[in-house]
Each structure stands twice: as C-alpha cells, then as structure tokens.
C-alpha cells in the first residue's frame, strides 16, 4: 500500500498542477487574451494596409511596408489582446506589448490556446508587458520584471536581408 501512494502521489499532484495552469489559460482567454500563431508582418494600424500586406506578400512590398511604419512583424507566441473584433472581415484590432498603437491583424493569426514563444515560454500579461507589475517604493525597481519584450519590434537584419534578396534577385551589387 505504501509503494502505491509513494508511485500515485507525485502523479497526482502534476494532475493537479497541469490543470490549474490550464485554468489560468482559460481566464485569459475570457479576458480576451490571445497567443500569436505566426511569425511575419501581419499586424497593422489600418485595415487597408492589413488587406494589402497579405494580398500583395512581396519581399519588396513588406520592407515598405515595415519601414513607412504600415506593417508590425507579429512574432509566434507572443501575447496580445483583443481591443475590438470586426466579424464581418475576419479582423481582430489588438495591443501588443511595446508598440503605442493598436493593430489589425487576421482572427486566423490568433490561438485561444497557449503557445510557447521561442524560449519555449507562455507568455502572460506581466511576462509579456501588457501590463504593468508592482513596484518598490524602497528601490523604484520593477518586481519581477525582465528588459522589455523584443515582440513586434522591427529588426534591422531583417530588413538588411529583405533589401539585400531584393537587390539580388534585380541583379544589382551593392
């Protein structure tokens, strides 16, 4: 009887465990919380400009749109939130963390279910800054709180190869 609780315990309470965390998931989800499916430009602060990245998915037409600032690279299991969903075009308007203004990306782009990034992490809301985390009235530091999130940003050796297959694919030498 002893071997039997010894093997079950430890079974148990990861059980138990994998289900809290579960629940958690589903909490954020209720919150309108969603995980990103993709990697590539598919964030956007206009329809318009959303419709035209996906249409017309040129290297040449998403480096212009990522310089003129029309495009954001959204980044596979980063955390966003739904601000307001357009069910008639299938387009969700977003926040992510480290961007000033909301974005429209493709319902599509967006899992309820939680998706590791690329360190093999879910993110949370204070994981991922979307929201603030307490501070200490003692230090000023931030509890908890890591460098900002490199999500969305735009990368310059990114942008350095698009311009530089471009190029090449013209026949032009630098």
């Known amino acids: ?18 289900t809290a965390s ?50 954001y690279y959204l980044i596979q299991g980063a955390l966003v939130k739904i601000i307001q969903q357009d069910g008639s075009t299938g387009m969700a308007q977003i926040r992510a963390a480290g961007i000033t203004i909301d974005l429209w990306t493709y319902n599509k782009f967006l899992s309820e279910h939680p998706i590791k990034d690329a360190y093999a992490v879910i993110e949370t809301p204070e994981t991922s800054g979307l929201i603030s985390v307490d501070t200490s009235a003692e230090t000023g530091t931030v509890q908890g709180a890591t460098e900002a999130p490199m999500h969305f940003r735009r990368s310059a050796t990114a942008l350095d190869n698009a311009v530089a297959n471009d190029r090449s694919s013209r026949g032009e030498n630098r």
Do not use: Q
């Open 1 to 18: 009887m002893k071997f039997v609780t010894m093997f079950l315990a430890p079974i148990v309470a990861i059980g138990i465990a994998s």
């Open 22 to 71: 579960a629940r958690d998931y589903h909490d954020l989800v209720a919150k309108r919380y969603r995980w990103v499916k993709i990697d590539g430009p598919y964030a956007c602060p206009t329809k318009e400009d959303l419709r035209e990245i996906t249409r017309n998915a040129s290297d040449l037409n998403e480096l212009h749109m990522v310089e003129g600032l029309r495009a």
